[in-house]
């Protein structure tokens, strides 16, 4: 497991699970935000986000916590050994995302760009979660089990499975 890809609706948790699995097996982290969006909310041009993002796919390890674009995500279904589907039922993103912003005046959130335009950036996460149906569908859930024969394949649909997940890492990683 070198090579491992974090992903699903916004507000599901991909970051702090991103940070305990990088913490437990040592793999780096890379978080698409931080290379999609620069300090303060700015998105980077689509060259420096590509070139960054190829750096990231030619080294040997990886976690990479995030979506990006269509294209990369599909290239990073393809070079992942591990994939990990955050897919919790549609009100827990809804709350997370906005306890998120309740959050955000004391906390920054995790895997964020610092100065994020919190506001800005919750109005997004709503849209895309009420688009959502339209990416994470069933034929993709089964297409990604359609993986499991080659790569590992996490589809994480609770939030209970979710903690236990994260418990596990910690564990891991506390036994080491």
Known sequence: MKKIA???KPGGGKSTLSKNLSA????PLYQLDKIEYLDGGEKVSE???????????KSEAWIIDGLGTIATFRQRLSEAETLIYIDLPLRVHYWWVTKRL???????PE???DKSPMIRSTITSWINLQK????WTPEFSKKLAGFSDHKSVYHITSVKELNSFISELIDRKASL
Do not use: C, H, M, R
């Not at 437990?24 to 793999?27: E, V």
């Not at 309740?102 to 920054?108: D, G, I, T, V, Y």
């Not at 959502?132 to 990416?135: R, Y």
């Open 132 to 135: 959502s149906s339209k990416l």
């Open 47 to 57: 060259d420096i986000y590509l070139q960054k993002y190829n750096e990231i796919l």
């Open 111 to 113: 895997g964020w760009p």
């Open 6 to 8: 974090v992903f699903g």
């Open 24 to 27: 437990a097996t040592g793999i």
């Open 102 to 108: 309740f959050k955000s005046p004391l906390f920054k």
